[in-house]
C-alpha cells in the first residue's frame, strides 16, 4: 500500500477519535521537550552573556604577581620585570599596578580609598572608558604629574553629593598632596549575573611613577599584560615561568591568571549544567514514551476487532505495523511540537524578566524533533508488534 | 472448474489439555458460480469452516487449494492478498469502522489494494449506488440502518471484483424484511458470476442457494441440492 496520506489521514482520524486521551499522553513528551527547549536556550543564552561579559575585561588580558610558596622565597616585581615584559615579543600591553590606601578630601569631605597607581596602558588593557575628561598620558606618567582619573563612587561621595555634576578640573587631596581630576571613568556595565559582583568603585587612579616618588612606594603588587593576538595562555605561562626562574632565580614563585582560560573554565562548567539538566528532559521524554507504550497498548486491545476488520479486508501484518507506529509516531511528533511552542514562549518569557536578549536555541528544537520521533518509534513498535501479530479470526472474535 | 477443493481438513481448538474438534476430515468441492448454504445449529463447526474457507484462520491438518493454490503454504502478505482480492465477507455484525463514514468504510478494500484516490472514491460511490445506497456515502454507520448498514458491508466485500462472497449469518441481525433485500441482492449477485457461500441456521434463507451443506459436531452430514 503507498497511500501515505491516506494511512496519515485515519491515523489522525483515530487521535482524533479519543482527544482526550491523545492529549493526556502527549503530556509527558510535550513536558520534556518543554524543558529541553527552555533549559538548552536558557543556559545558550546565559552561557553567551556571560562569556561576552568575560571578554568585556579584554579576553587576551593577563596578570602576573609574586607568591610565595613553603619552598620558595618572596621577591617582589620591580621596574625592570615591567620592561622585560614589555620587550617580551608575545606580549601586546603592560601596565604595572601599585595599590595603597590613603585618605582622600576635597575642601571638608573626607574619604579612605585604594589608590591604584597604573600606566596609561592601563585602561586599554582592561577595556576601560572615559564618561568625562580624558585618561592620564605617558608624558604626564613620565614627569610624575599629579593628575587623577576618579571612579563613580569618588565621583558621588565628594561631589555630586555636594551639588558638583562636573568633577574634572578640581582638586582632590590624596594623603598630604593636591591632585588634579582629569577624568572619570565610565561604570562597567554587565549584563549577566556576574555584574551582581562588580560593585560601585571607590578608586583612584594615578599614574604609577607619581605614586612612586610622591608616596615613596615602590612594590608592585602585579603585572597586568595583554597577550597578542593568537598567542595560547597554556604556551605563554609555560615560557614566563621559565623566563622569570631565569631572571629571579630558581627559588622563586610568580602566579599568572589568563582571562581567556577563566572563560573556557567557565564555558566547560556551563557546558557541563547544560548537559545534566538536558539528560534530565531526555529522561522525562522517556518517561513520556512509556506513557506512548501504555496508551498504545491499550488501543491495541480496544480496537481488536478492527484490527480483525482490516485483516479480513486484505491488510497485512507490514500495514497494520504501520498504522499503529503512525499513531505512536504522530503523537511524540505532536507532542513535540506543543512542546516546543509551549517552550519557546516560557523561554522568551523568562528571558525577558531577567532582562537578557530572546534567544531560542535552534540545536534544541532539532534535537527534541529528533528525539521524539525516535521515542515514539521505540516506544510504538511494540505494541505495534503486537497489533500486527493478532491472527484474523481471533482478533475477529474478540468481544 | 473447482474454485474450492478441501482434502481432509480438521480445526481442533485446544482448551487447556483439553482438545475440541471443531471440524473433522471435511472434504468439498465448491465449483465456479456455485450458490451454497453451509447449515447446521450452534457450535456445529459451520463458522469454524467458513473461517478456515475464508483464509481467517488456518486448518490444524488437510489441504486447502482455493483457486488451485494450496493456501496452506502461503505467507501472510500472499493470504491477505488472497483476502483483499479474491474472498469478499459479509458479517452477521456487519463489521464496519465506526469512525469512517460509508464511502470510507469501502474504500479500506481498495486502499489495501493500492488503488489512487481518485479511482477509490469513484468505485466505492458505484458500489453503494449498486446496492442502493446512493445518498448515504457520507453518513456513519451509526446513522444507518440494520438494513443499510449490511448493504455497504456488501459494496465493502464487492469492492475487487472477488471470485467469492463469504457471508456468516448475513440476515441473522435484520427484521425479514431487511433480510430479505440482503438475499436479493445476494441472488443478483450469483447470477452474475460470483460463487455465494452463506452460513445460516434458517431454512427459508438456504432455500435461495443451490446446495444446503448439513454440519453437525464438525462433520459434513449430508449435502441437500434444492430445486427450484
Known amino acids: 500500500m503507498n497511500d501515505f496520506w491516506e494511512e496519515l489521514v485515519q491515523s489522525l482520524g483515530n487521535l482524533k477519535g479519543n482527544k482526550t486521551r491523545s492529549f493526556l499522553t502527549m503530556l509527558g513528551v510535550v513536558v520534556g521537550v518543554m524543558a529541553i527547549i527552555g533549559i538548552i536556550s536558557i543556559g545558550e543564552a546565559g552561557k553567551l552573556s556571560i562569556k561576552k561579559d568575560l571578554e568585556s575585561f579584554g579576553s587576551n588580558l593577563a596578570a602576573i604577581w609574586a607568591d610565595k610558596r613553603e619552598d620558595t622565597v618572596y621577591k617582589p616585581l620591580n621596574n625592570y620585570d615591567v620592561e622585560f615584559l614589555r620587550s617580551l615579543p608575545f606580549i601586546k600591553d603592560v601596565s604595572p599596578t601599585l595599590s595603597l590606601y590613603r585618605e582622600v578630601r576635597r575642601s571638608d569631605k573626607r574619604l579612605d580609598c585604594p589608590i591604584m597607581g597604573v600606566s596609561p596602558s592601563y585602561f586599554g588593557l582592561n577595556n576601560r572608558h572615559i564618561e568625562k575628561g580624558r585618561f592620564f598620558s605617558s608624558f604626564e606618567n613620565n614627569n610624575f604629574r599629579r593628575v587623577c582619573v576618579i571612579t563613580e563612587g569618588i565621583k558621588k561621595e565628594l561631589f555630586e553629593r555636594h551639588g558638583i555634576d562636573d568633577p574634572v578640573g578640581h582638586v582632590v587631596k590624596i594623603g598630604d598632596f593636591p591632585f588634579f581630576v582629569i577624568g572619570v571613568m565610565k561604570k562597567i556595565e554587565l549584563q549577566s549575573f556576574l555584574s551582581s559582583f562588580v560593585g560601585e568603585e571607590k578608586e583612584i587612579y594615578v599614574p604609577e611613577r607619581t605614586v612612586k616618588t610622591t608616596f615613596g612606594i615602590s612594590r608592585i603588587n602585579y603585572i597586568l599584560f595583554g597577550l597578542k593576538e593568537g598567542v595560547k595562555p597554556t604556551a605563554a605561562r609555560k615560557s614566563l615561568t621559565s623566563m622569570f626562574r631565569l631572571r629571579k632565580g630558581r627559588n622563586t614563585y610568580y602566579g599568572m591568571q589568563f582571562v581567556e582560560n577563566q572563560i573556557n573554565a567557565f564555558s566547560s562548567v556551563m557546558n557541563t549544567v547544560t548537559m545534566i539538566i538536558t539528560l534530565i528532559g531526555a529522561l522525562s521524554l522517556f518517561v513520556g514514551g512509556v506513557g506512548i507504550m501504555n496508551i498504545m497498548f491499550i488501543s491495541v486491545t480496544e480496537r481488536t476487532r478492527e484490527i480483525g476488520i482490516r485483516k479480513s479486508l486484505g491488510a497485512t501484518q507490514v500495514t497494520i505495523l504501520r498504522q499503529f507506529l503512525n499513531e505512536a509516531v504522530i503523537l511524540s511528533l505532536l507532542g513535540a511540537f506543543a512542546g516546543i511552542a509551549i517552550g519557546s514562549l516560557v523561554t522568551l518569557a523568562v528571558e525577558g524578566l531577567i532582562k537578557w536578549k530572546p534567544y531560542i536555541s535552534p540545536g534544541a528544537i532539532v534535537l527534541s524533533v529528533f528525539f521524539s520521533l525516535i521515542i515514539g518509534v521505540v516506544f510504538g513498535i511494540i505494541p505495534a508488534k503486537k497489533a500486527s501479530a493478532l491472527h484474523p479470526i481471533d482478533a475477529l472474535r474478540y468481544e | ?228
Open chain 2, 1 to 228: 472448474m473447482n474454485l474450492i477443493v478441501l482434502k481432509k481438513i480438521s480445526k481442533i481448538y485446544k482448551m487447556g489439555k483439553v482438545e475440541v474438534p471443531a471440524l473433522v476430515d471435511a472434504d468439498l468441492q465448491i465449483k465456479k458460480g456455485e450458490y451454497l448454504a453451509i447449515m447446521g445449529p450452534s457450535g456445529s463447526g459451520k463458522s469454524t469452516l467458513m473461517n478456515v474457507l475464508g483464509c481467517l484462520d488456518v486448518p490444524t491438518s488437510g489441504e486447502y487449494y482455493l483457486d488451485s493454490k494450496d493456501v496452506g503454504k502461503l505467507n501472510d502478505v500472499e493470504m491477505a492478498s488472497i483476502r483483499n482480492q479474491m474472498i469478499g465477507f459479509v458479517f452477521q455484525t456487519f463489521n464496519l469502522l465506526p469512525r469512517l463514514n460509508a464511502r470510507k468504510n469501502v474504500e479500506l478494500p481498495l486502499i489495501y489494494a493500492g488503488v489512487k484516490r481518485q479511482e477509490r472514491h469513484i468505485r466505492a460511490d458505484k458500489l453503494l449506488e449498486s446496492v442502493g445506497l446512493s445518498g448515504r456515502a457520507e453518513h456513519l454507520p451509526s446513522e444507518l440502518s440494520g438494513g443499510e448498514r449490511q448493504r455497504v458491508a456488501i459494496a465493502r466485500s464487492l469492492a475487487n471484483d472477488p471470485h467469492l462472497i463469504l457471508a456468516d449469518e448475513p440476515t441473522g441481525n435484520l427484521d425479514s424484511k431487511s433480510g430479505e433485500e440482503i438475499m436479493k441482492i445476494f441472488d443478483s449477485l450469483n447470477k452474475s458470476g460470483v460463487t455465494i457461500i452463506v452460513v445460516t441456521h434458517e431454512n427459508f434463507i438456504a432455500e435461495h442457494a443451490d446446495k444446503s451443506i448439513h454440519i453437525l459436531d464438525g462433520r459434513i452430514e449430508r449435502i441437500e441440492v434444492h430445486k427450484k
